[in-house]
């Protein structure tokens, strides 16, 4: 199993960045994913969440109407667009999937938010 995240960078307050997550090494389309941040100093939280067909999606309180999970099945890819950005949504950004009797993460991508 690997997940490979992309799309960070550096963004003024305002502004929008989408990531991916490449996934292989099992069945995309089967499996809810996750996206996860973490801030130095703090604790991975929960971000957003999509379900396997990417008809039910759940966001952090901190993020709803700002960012939007999606998934793309036939390219085994994981996004999340993220607009009006913060200096606070400045972290490290990690894609994570359940399978059941593992967890996975990817190595993540850093997102910074700054003027």
């Known amino acids: 199993v690997q997940l490979v995240e992309s799309g960070g960078g550096q963004v003024q307050p305002g502004g929008s960045l989408r990531l991916s997550c490449a996934a292989s090494?099992?069945?995309?389309?089967?499996?809810?994913m996750r996206w996860y941040r973490q801030a130095p100093g703090t604790v991975r939280e929960l971000v957003a969440r999509?379900?396997?067909?990417?008809?039910?999606?759940n966001y952090a309180d901190s993020v709803k109407g700002r960012f939007t999970i999606s998934r793309d099945n036939a390219k085994n890819t994981l996004y999340l667009q993220m607009n009006s950005l913060k200096p606070e949504d400045t972290a490290v950004y990690y894609c994570?999937?359940?399978?059941?009797?593992?967890?996975?993460w990817g190595q993540g991508t850093q997102v910074t938010v700054s003027s």
């Open positions: 090494g099992f069945t995309f389309s089967m499996y809810g």
């Open positions: 999509i379900g396997s067909t990417g008809s039910s999606t």
């Open positions: 994570y999937v359940y399978l059941g009797s593992n967890t996975y």
